[in-house]
């Protein structure tokens, strides 16, 4: 008899280990759909509104309005934002309620 050929299959290493791959596959199908990457990415663009918010604004800025009135009911509004908002209340009611340009006259 001939020499028999004894043959060892294994599979090729890709460097990757193998749970990782399975795990970007479970998570790869369902992001192909519409749906969840509009969740996905409202949820990443809302995460990444308010990180960015309290990392250029710091800890004591409210970060929307509800936090701004949660803080001024409790009376931890920064003074110098109360400042803003009265001098925004000042300038809406100057411009909207006192207005200083006359009507046209349109002849009727």
Same mark, same amino acid.
């Given at each position: 008899?001939?020499?028999?050929?004894?043959?060892?299959m294994?599979? !090729?290493?890709?460097?990757?280990?193998?749970?990782? *791959? !399975?795990?970007h596959? *479970?998570l790869r199908?369902?992001? =192909?759909?519409?749906?969840? @990457? *509009? $969740? @996905?990415? =409202?949820?990443?663009?809302? $995460?990444?509104?308010?990180?960015?918010v309290r990392?250029?604004k710091?800890d004591q800025?409210p970060v929307?309005r509800?936090?701004w009135? *949660?803080?001024? +009911?409790?009376? !931890? &509004?920064?003074?110098? &934002?109360? @400042?803003?908002k +009265? @001098? $925004? &209340?000042?300038? +809406?009611?100057?411009?909207?309620?006192?207005?200083?340009?006359?009507?046209?006259d349109?002849?009727?």
């Open positions: 008899m001939e020499d028999s050929k004894h043959v060892t294994s599979s !090729k290493p890709t460097g990757t280990a193998n749970w990782k *791959i !399975k795990l596959e *479970i199908y369902p992001m =192909t759909r519409t749906g969840p @990457a *509009i $969740v @996905a990415s =409202t949820l990443l663009y809302v $995460v990444a509104y308010n990180v960015g990392w250029w710091g800025h929307n509800f936090m009135r *949660i803080q001024e +009911q409790e009376g !931890k &509004l920064d003074p110098v &934002l109360q @400042a803003k +009265q @001098a $925004v &209340l000042a300038y +809406q009611e100057d411009r909207f309620y006192h207005p200083r340009d006359t009507v046209p349109l002849g009727v």
